[in-house]
């Protein structure tokens, strides 16, 4: 109870900080939690900025090989695989907030599978041709973490265009 309590009391602090005329800040927080699309950007911002640090990418006999570890690698490619999980985190979560404008919501969540597409072939690519990858490499489930980003957002995109279908239902009986 007294965890509701305080965040009740960071709601209200946050309400006075950020107040507006017609709107204040936990209303609009609340207003952008109720539609099913920002829980679905939201697990997918999880997903590609929180889960990459838990699960591995792959692992060898000597070690197991995460996200962070590929930004001291040599190699071009294996630098670009940590800006993209990055890119992909902060568009998506930028995307949450563009509840008002839902056509550039729809956009920017486009652009945001094509980035996880390319992350995904991006990760394929580098699998197979590790060196000694036939006999000695396992993947890990943070290669497949792209699928699972893209399936949400798919799926927050198929909520942004049903909204997006009644306004112009009920603008078209006005």
Same mark, same amino acid.
């Given at each position: ?29 609340? &207003?952008?939690?109720?539609? *099913?699309?920002?829980?679905?950007? /939201? $697990?997918?911002? @999880?997903?590609? +900025?929180? =889960?990459?640090? #838990? ?47 839902? &056509?550039?919501?729809?956009? *920017?969540?486009?652009?945001?599978? /094509? $980035?996880?597409? @390319?992350?995904? +072939?991006? =990760?394929?690519? #580098? ?48």
């Amino acid at each position: 109870m007294d965890n509701v309590i305080q965040i009740y009391t960071i709601f209200l602090v946050l309400d006075f900080l950020f107040k507006k005329e017609n709107s204040t800040f936990v209303n609009l927080l609340f &207003k952008m939690i109720q539609r *099913i699309q920002s829980i679905y950007l /939201l $697990i997918a911002t @999880f997903v590609s +900025g929180g =889960l990459v640090f #838990v699960f591995n990418l792959w692992s060898n006999l000597k070690e197991q090989i995460f996200v962070l570890d590929l930004l001291m690698r040599e190699s071009f490619l294996l630098k670009l695989i940590p800006l993209l999980f990055l890119l992909s985190t902060i568009m998506s979560f930028i995307d949450i907030f563009l509840f008002k404008n839902r &056509k550039l919501q729809f956009v *920017i969540g486009r652009l945001v599978i /094509l $980035i996880n597409l @390319f992350l995904l +072939g991006l =990760l394929i690519y #580098v699998s197979l041709t590790l060196p000694g990858e036939i006999s000695i490499s396992k993947k890990g489930i943070g290669m497949f973490l792209p699928i699972l980003v893209v399936l949400l957002i798919v799926l927050a995109n198929k909520a942004i265009k049903k909204d997006e279908d009644l306004v112009k239902s009920v603008d078209r009986l006005r």
